[in-house]
């Protein structure tokens, strides 16, 4: 009989881990090579620039434009978005039967936009808690319910 392989995405919108756990008492294991992090930046760090001016459609006014998307938002959610492309890939070469995700709010609603619904069908729990801080030997505490590691 094959063994069932879950693996537990933790995750914000900066970094992201994920691990793998092939049945109770066996614990979690950390796969090799998929670890993500981009260092957190403010979004003044990333818009350095004045903003932009317009002219007034009325009068001769001018005004600062500001931009349409919070830069520092997008640049999670492209993170974001670049963890579930990779989910998809190993989920469709067959490298894990269940998915837990532990994210932090923001990174699981961003996440639960982007993923496929290949990956969709393996969720099997999700758990909206930034897990990204607390060591391996330790999320068996949080994760007491969901899966018997």
Do not use: C
Not at 17 to 34: A, M, S
Not at 102 to 114: D, E, M, S, T, W
Request: hydrophobic share 40%.
């Amino acid at each position: 009989m094959k063994k069932t392989v879950t693996w537990i995405l933790i995750a914000d919108g900066t970094q992201a881990r994920v691990l793998e756990h092939t049945g109770p008492g066996k614990g979690l294991v950390t796969i090799k090579g998929l670890d993500w992090s981009i260092p957190p930046l403010q979004t003044h760090d990333i818009n350095s620039d004045r903003p932009g001016r317009s002219h007034s459609s009325v009068g001769s006014g001018r005004s600062a434009m500001e931009p349409k998307t919070d830069a520092a938002q997008h640049r999670e959610a492209e993170f974001v978005r670049s963890v579930a492309d990779v989910l998809d890939g190993k989920a469709k070469s067959g490298a894990y039967d269940r998915l837990v995700i532990a994210a932090a709010p923001i990174a699981l609603g961003n996440l639960r936009k982007v993923l496929s619904d290949h990956v969709k069908k393996t969720v099997v729990a999700e758990l909206d808690k930034d897990l990204t801080n607390v060591p391996t030997q330790q999320l068996d505490r949080h994760l007491d319910g969901i899966i018997a590691v």
